[in-house]
């Protein structure tokens, strides 16, 4: 089975420009989280989808960031305008519903994403 | 929300050694608590998780202790071997909140030869 995928795996770009992050979740997983690590601090939680709708959004740090989810299979998360604090590992996650034997999610391998 | 507390930061121990790593949490309503491993450059993997009705788990060499009266969680591995040194990060959440994680901060692992 294939694992969950996030491309690109780094990204460099300019205070100001829009960056779009990809995650192609394990096929069939109908939840699928984003996380993000900033450097040297904990992974936080920035939202969850069930299929394509959102289920809790309550860590998208400010309205720049934009997380999609069309068709309920790959999402997208958009930063628009970029700003330095951006950066950071962002990790996608997905797992089934409902859960077997708790063995949780699978993440991605993540984007790297610098701004500069 | 939830905040979970990570100790120690960095941890070095002697290969055979035990390793102990601990966090806590401040959510009476989390019953999830995953651990997961990161090695530089990889994704984070689940390597043992306890449910709030259970108060230990063992998986070979790696254990998981929970204290829901204290809201304290520990991670055990026992015969430390140097592939095990890399990050790990304790994670609690709640299902009814649709088990998004609350990870402390990490632990970076070096296991000397």
């Known amino acids: 089975e294939a694992g969950v995928t996030q491309f690109p795996s780094h990204s460099v770009i300019e205070k100001g420009q829009t960056v779009t992050l990809r995650c192609d979740p394990i096929s069939g997983h109908d939840n699928l989280y984003w996380y993000r690590r900033v450097m040297g601090k904990e992974i936080k939680f920035l939202l969850h989808?069930?299929?394509?709708?959102?289920q809790d959004e309550s860590g998208m740090p400010n309205n720049r960031f934009l997380a999609e989810r069309t068709g309920g299979t790959y999402s997208t998360l958009k930063v628009q305008p970029a700003e330095l604090e951006d950066s950071g590992v962002y990790f996608c996650?997905?797992?089934?519903?409902?859960w077997g034997r708790g063995y949780g999610y699978t993440f991605g391998s993540g984007t790297r994403l610098t701004v500069v | 929300g939830e905040n979970v507390e990570q100790h120690p930061s960095t941890l070095s121990v002697q290969e055979g050694d035990s390793a102990v790593i601990k966090c806590t949490y401040s959510?009476?309503?989390?019953?999830?608590f995953p651990w997961y491993k990161q090695e530089l450059g990889k994704r984070p993997q689940l390597i043992i998780d306890i449910r709030s009705n259970v108060g230990e788990k063992k998986d070979q060499r790696i254990a998981v202790t929970l204290n829901k009266t204290a809201k304290h969680f520990s991670l055990h591995i026992t015969e430390t071997q140097p592939e095990d040194s890399a990050v790990y990060f304790c994670a609690a959440s709640n299902s009814n909140s649709g088990y998004a994680l609350n990870f402390g901060k990490g632990t970076s692992l070096l296991v000397t030869p």
């Open positions: 996650a997905s797992s089934q519903v409902p």
């Open positions: 959510d009476s309503a989390s019953n999830y």
């Open positions: 989808f069930v299929k394509e709708s959102k």
